[in-house]
């Protein structure tokens, strides 16, 4: 894949189709391997749309950089990237987790710019501690499959699924765990010690459409906190899906899609 030089970081990125840009920022220790998972059959079956996938420093193919020591940081890259790569453009944004704390900076920052946003299993608040967080609870399990991972893999797989079956782990592996195996464990360390905005990231409202995927059972981010913020979005549709952990784009797999398309389809008759 294609490098693009920001700051002396070389963020390795991917581009597919023409048309609206979509900028898809995966969450903290993952790479863009979760996001075209579960956006690429999505977007492959809708015209129009240049999806741009990167991967965050220290995550994926990107490295760390000593230049880049907190989440502001972080931010600064990515607006950088996206100003560098489609200057002067409007962009629809897709933000999963800690890219869905990212996404509400770009809209702080550059809200003229954003058509549209899709938050998926958001971050609001950056402190564990201060989360309103469920207890992790296993809805769906297949035991005669959970019995053919290792203990490890089930330790893993158990720690933050609802639904422990076959295809959860196939895409949880191939999506999730591929990029976080490769992280910089020594960068992600230094950014967690300023992980939150030294800003007000929640000072402008945006009244473009959006929708918030929220699971139900989410120990990781929670939901609940998704309410603070929803009165800065008048045009949100926000929905919270049983069923569902912090991998809700791949345990209910098809009402993400149809929630996605929806929101896809509100952007589209705002023109």
Request: charged share 25%; with cysteine.
């Amino acid at each position: 894949m294609p490098k693009l030089s920001i700051n002396d970081l070389e963020i390795n990125f991917e581009m597919i189709g023409e048309g609206k840009p979509v900028v898809m920022i995966h969450g903290f220790t993952p790479d863009s391997r979760l996001m075209k998972g579960c956006m690429e059959p999505i977007f492959s079956k809708r015209e129009g749309y240049k999806r741009i996938y990167l991967d965050l420093p220290g995550m994926g193919e990107t490295a760390g950089s000593e230049a880049v020591n907190s989440t502001d940081d972080m931010l600064e890259i990515v607006i950088n990237f996206i100003d560098t790569l489609i200057p002067g453009q409007s962009f629809l944004l897709v933000g999963e987790s800690y890219g869905g704390y990212l996404s509400r900076g770009i809209i702080a920052k550059r809200k003229d710019k954003v058509e549209g946003v899709a938050f998926i299993c958001p971050m609001i608040i950056p402190e564990m501690e201060k989360r309103s967080l469920p207890e992790h609870v296993v809805i769906i399990e297949d035991e005669e499959f959970i019995h053919k991972l290792s203990e490890e893999e089930r330790e893993d797989f158990r720690s933050n699924h609802v639904v422990l079956d076959q295809n959860t782990w196939f895409r949880y592996k191939n999506e999730v765990v591929s990029g976080c195996s490769i992280a910089d464990q020594q960068f992600l360390s230094k950014i967690r010690q300023r992980y939150g905005f030294q800003f007000d990231v929640d000072s402008v409202s945006f009244e473009s459409p959006s929708v918030f995927l929220l699971g139900l059972q989410d120990s990781v981010v929670g939901y609940k906190d998704a309410f603070n913020i929803l009165n800065n979005f008048p045009r949100a549709t926000f929905a919270i899906l049983d069923k569902a952990g912090h991998n809700l784009q791949i345990e209910q797999e098809v009402l993400f899609n149809n929630l996605i398309n929806e929101w896809l389809d509100r952007l589209v008759e705002v023109k």
